[in-house]
């Protein structure tokens, strides 16, 4: 067994869904490894990661705005701190995923043909945010 971790680092600009799995399939195309288990995990608690459709961009905005009206940024929430999208930040963050686990066949992401991994960045103002890949095969 081989063990390879890489951090992806993403410049976002603005809230919404930010596709990463190229860079995903480059680490995972580089490591050697050719069948195995890719793990996604972001570090941040007010961005998350899904897997999501990648052919109609009404699919992404759909999900922001359904995701806009069940945690809306005017309740009044204790947690502030940050600003009016503090704590709505982490109420999306909760509602979704942390971590993915994506098979590798052949040396590549297993995913389905209408698939693609996303950032999914929930604060208005620009991060740097960071998803750490470990992967793990032959």
Known sequence: M????????????????????????????????????????IRHTSASLLIQENADPDVLRDLEDYFARIVPRDAPYRHDAEGPDDM????????????????VRGGKLALGTWQALYLFEHRDAAHTREVLLHLIGE
Do not use: N, Y
């Open 2 to 41: 081989k063990q390879v971790f890489e951090t992806i680092r993403l410049k976002v600009r603005k809230p919404g869904l930010h596709d990463f799995t190229d860079a995903a399939a480059k680490i995972v195309a580089q490591s050697g490894i050719t069948d195995g288990l890719l793990t996604c995990f």
């Open 88 to 103: 709505p930040s982490h109420i999306k963050g909760a509602l979704t995923a942390t971590s993915l686990s994506i098979p």
